[in-house]
């Protein structure tokens, strides 16, 4: 090929390229297929690899090309990078309106435009003769950073303009657009990222923000980053004279501009609009946090001046956010009713949802420390109806250093017994039954229908009597007398004496009651009753070790953790003794749990789900008519009661002879 033939077909190229780039990243439209563009593009690189002195900033293969900086220019913006001053709702819209109008008479008769208010980052777009030749973040609105290779690799961003026609480009144009990442592309991009073991972010706008502020613009190029245009910041020649014609001129430039601008009329139609948005906002590809009003004439616009960094002739109407970002201030734990201890985080105030917000829970230890939450960090929470605000993560982008990451305590914050932790989780629980955070559920399920079933005593009573003061741990409920509990609210004689009786009937409850009833994490009515059988004591079961406490049956390693754990707390070891000094020392064969009944003497092993009662149905039932229930079956096992899906304890009974019943032939015995 002749050299002027050369030049001629590299025009010809680009100008094809760009305009198929445009046809499918501005208009969602592309006309020719993937393979022919890729055709065009390879064509294109093989003759400037040929001939480099062709190669021009604007050529489409220019896109991504050089190697990381270490840093980004400063940049003086030509004219301030203004910012809007908020409304929240339809009156503080007419308000605006009317101090607007005040000011300037020709507001009344003005249009206004409407904007979706993308939720993404400011950049400013530089175009000399049309073509682009620096992009800059806002930074302070005077002063911006120089990320102009990063933002070549937007492909939406055209490289010169126009597009396509024959329009004349203006010498200078600036123009003011949002970079943003849309919805799918972003889950597209954290499931990739978390699929590679990689960070991923906690929402679009962080990306997009990660991904210009990339010093490699080969990463900027991987990412889905989209854009929107919608102001011209400066040009020369100046000849717009609304922003309806605005956002009209940068489209026919071959600028991206959302399709969901309107211009309205009139009050009414912004406000509907507005309201109108709201709504719709979730059906969007991309987050928009409001929509922006302006006043459609733009001399009348910079007749009403500037606030600050505001123009008086535009404002951003904002959603009520169910997710803001703040300071976490600090991080506390709670203690659980179940003795886990939750962290929640102290924050900086921030309204979100309607109402001021100071604390959000963190979930649990696990989430601190796989989220690499610190103390100082940035963070987002939600909060969505009446859901409890929690934090959804932190903005590692934002952090100075000063953060400190998050170290738990090792004691309990509520009584200062040393905290445990599960095997395998990150998890940390206080053991202590007196722990003042959990002495109100400790008492409620000490004295329950499934433990010592005192009759009368539910929550309230444990609530009032912890309050009282006359309850710190639940060996005080034997200690109580007439003359405290008649001075509670609502108490007469009548009811004390009925509850005192009831309180002292309880301490004939079975051991099994009593080991269900300390509360020992993961200690079920099926592991109280094998814990009763298998020791006989709590002094015996107090003394064993994990190894002996795993030999039986159903017993895994945590639960057998946790009951070394709760005997070894110097506090219950205390709150056993109150016990026993109350007279509350329930063994296997005391005479006063050997209820004589039919079942007297006899052992019962149970295996299937029984039909119409639970496990300790069953237990209670043969207990109270005499009987004891055995583990697994030996020689001396009396009966097998059976119910449905029965285990390999059947056919042991069969093979040894034992007597198989189901519940209906136990109650027959009983009779
Ligand atoms: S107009 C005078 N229009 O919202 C012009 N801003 O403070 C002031 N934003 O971070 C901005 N979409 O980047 C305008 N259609 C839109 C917008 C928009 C998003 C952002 C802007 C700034 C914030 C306003």
Redesign the pocket.
Known sequence: MQSSAITVRVAQLRHELQLHNYLYYVMQSPSISDSDFDELFKELQDLESQYPELIEEDSPTQRVGGYPSDKFDKVDHPNPI???SKVNSPADTEAWFARISKLDGRVMSNKFVV????????VVLHYENGVFTRGCT?GDGHVGEDITRNLRTVRSLPLRVPVKGSMDAPSTLVV?G?AFIPNQSFYDLNNKLGANGERTYINARNAASGALRQLDPRVTASRPIAL?C??VVASDPQFLNSQWDTLTYLRELGFPV?DD?VLCNNMRDVIDRCQMWSDKRKGLDYEIDGV?I?IDDLDVMANLGVVGKD?RG?V?YKFAEDQVTTRLVDIGLNVGRTGVLTPYAVLQPVKVGGVIVKQATLHNLDFVRDKDIRVGDHVLIKRAGEVIPYVIGSLELERDGSEVPYDPPDKCPSCGTAVHRFTNEVAIYCANIACPAQIVRNLEHFVSRSTLEIDGFGKGLAKQLVEAGLVKDVADIFSLDKTSLLELEGFAHKKVSSLLTAIAESKKKPLSRLVEALGVRGVGSVASASLASAFGSLDALGEATTEELQEIEGLGPNIANAVVEWFDEPTNRRVLDKLQAAGFWPTLNDSHNNISGVLTGMTIVITGTLQGWSRKDAVDYIESHGGSVGKSITSNTNYLLVGDRPGSKLDRALNLGITVIDVNSLKDLVK
């Not at 904007?115 to 400011?122: R, V, Y």
């Open positions: 203004l910012s809007l904007e979706p208010k993308i939720d993404g980052l400011t806002r003011r949002e929107f919608y102001e959302s601008s922006v302006k123009p535009a951003a």
